[in-house]
């Protein structure tokens, strides 16, 4: 909804509601392939019925061999609920891309806004471009989103579909250029094939615009032609039209089985990166998304020249990061931070430019833990993460996040400023607040030790706090004040639960 010149997500109780989030939150894989590289590690498990879950075909999940090590059984669904409870500790309020989706079965007081990955391209007509045309990519995704929407349909937590990531949409020459180059059964080239012939009066007529030497229709379709050296550009306007088509069938398609099997439900389109956002392809989506979104990764996004001109309609950001060499990685990833503290003040300006920015309406951090050192299966191994392989939170990051966080919806509507240099470094934060059973403490720098106090002065607990976390719940119901011995002695009340 737009109000006052910028927009807004509505929420299901009809409140503002802008999207804070990161991708793939909730889980930590941290996977690396190991096939001719079995050398570079040590104590990796063999394969095994025991040990096979922490296997992706040649690769070993280093995280979650972690979880398991950290949380013990069930580690997966109790990292879910950790990670729901820090993300609510460090104001981000959305589960982004590739995150867990069991959300919708944990109570509603730990729960938060998540969203739903399709990724769908098979037969394509390029490696990330699918083939639109063809009944099987139809059936396909499909059956992707019926899968997923029988169990969101109907959760107000739900917000959105992304169906795929980072399509190569290229351009009218390159998909038709990428269109010729396949064989008779591609039906993206037979629609392509049809479309030529009803555009142009004869296979002489392509032959005399292209520089091609064919003898008939039937020889282009089922050749699998070499465009080296042949003007395809020539076919300009037609390859606009076809363009236009594959956008048409694509954004239709996928709108259409939304609506049949998630009715209501936001389509937050294809997560656009690069060079491959055109006015064709937005043109087009403008009509059947909810809201667009974009890979960026820049510094900041306030003047972020898309959606195009002539397109009034929101955006979520749904990759960015910065990244540092201070705690041993060694590649940055896209967005480079001289440190971790760095990492945070950039956060902070990459938020502020995006609530000042009237069509965003969301940013979503890439992603939740870092790449393996070793790389992923893609080679990367960026410090791109909130926390480490191991689940070491990101403390100065994360204390930057919350400055802004805290203040997304005074800050968007321009009800006031935030001011950095007025932040405490001490500022401690726990959480669940109540608690039942495990207390959650973070502070900007790794806490150590601690004592629990009842309110009369007695001391109920004190020692060592092991990877940010108290044991509670042999503490009887009631108020406590929880003191950490760092240099200042930091303090905070809580509230024990029955």
């Not at 094939?193 to 008939?216: K, M, P």
């Not at 048409?248 to 089985?257: I, L, M, N, P, S």
């Not at 000042?356 to 410090?383: D, K």
């Not at 720098?445 to 002065?457: A, C, F, K, R, T």
Request: net charge negative.
């Amino acid at each position: 909804m737009k109000i006052n010149d910028r927009w807004w997500i509505i929420d299901p109780d009809g409140c503002l509601f802008w999207s804070a989030g990161v991708n793939s939150a909730g889980k930590l894989v941290v996977a690396t392939p190991l096939e001719d590289r079995n050398h570079f590690f040590e104590g990796i498990p063999e394969k095994s019925a025991e040990t096979e879950i922490l296997y992706s075909g040649s690769s070993y999940k280093h995280g979650l061999a972690n979880l398991y090590r950290k949380y013990g059984e069930s580690s997966e669904e109790e990292y879910l609920a950790v990670s729901l409870k820090r993300m609510r500790s460090w104001g981000l309020n959305t589960l982004g891309g590739w995150s867990n989706e069991t959300v919708g079965q944990h109570p509603d007081n730990i729960k938060l806004p998540y969203t739903v990955y399709i990724g769908s391209v098979y037969p394509g007509i390029n490696d990330k471009f699918p083939d639109v045309f063809d009944p099987r990519w139809i059936s396909n995704v499909e059956n992707f989103i019926e899968e997923k929407a029988a169990f969101v349909k109907d959760d107000p937590y739900f917000f959105g579909f992304f169906i795929n990531n980072e399509i190569k949409w290229g351009t009218p020459f390159s998909l038709a250029k990428n269109s010729l180059e396949k064989d008779g059964a591609s039906v993206g080239k037979q629609v392509y094939v049809d479309l030529l012939q009803q555009r142009l009066t004869s296979i002489d007529s392509f032959n005399e615009i292209t520089g091609a030497s064919l003898s008939s229709w039937d020889e282009l379709l089922n050749s699998v032609l070499n465009t080296q050296g042949l003007d395809i550009y020539a076919l300009k306007d037609i390859n606009v039209e076809h363009y236009n088509n594959m956008c048409e069938v694509y954004f239709k398609t996928t709108r259409d089985f939304i609506d049949l099997y998630a009715p209501g439900k936001m389509y937050l389109g294809s997560r656009w990166h690069g060079t491959h956002k055109n006015i064709y392809n937005m043109t087009v989506a403008a009509k059947y998304l909810d809201i667009f979104s974009f890979n960026a990764y820049e510094n900041e996004v306030e003047f972020y020249p898309y959606p195009p001109e002539g397109i009034d309609m929101p955006f979520i950001i749904t990759e960015f990061n910065f990244g540092a060499l201070d705690r041993g990685k060694f590649f940055t990833g896209l967005g480079y931070a001289s440190d971790q503290r760095n990492r945070g003040e950039k956060y902070v300006n990459f938020i502020e430019g995006a609530l000042r920015n009237p069509n965003c309406v969301g940013a979503h951090w890439f992603m939740w833990a870092n790449s393996t050192t070793a790389g992923r299966g893609n080679g990367e191994n960026a410090n791109c993460g909130l926390v480490s392989a191991t689940d070491q939170i990101y403390y100065d990051l994360i204390s930057y996040m919350r400055e802004i966080t805290y203040h997304l919806y005074t800050y968007g509507t321009g009800n006031s400023n935030i001011v950095l240099d007025s932040r405490s470094h001490k500022e401690i934060y726990a959480y669940p607040n109540p608690v039942e059973s495990q207390l959650y403490v973070e502070m900007i720098h790794p806490v150590l030790q601690g004592e629990i106090y009842s309110l009369d002065g007695k001391s109920v607990w004190s020692g060592h706090i092991t990877d940010g976390i108290i044991n509670v719940a042999d503490l009887t119901a009631g108020v406590y004040i929880l003191r950490i011995k760092d240099d200042s002695y930091s303090s905070i009340k809580f509230v024990k639960s029955s």
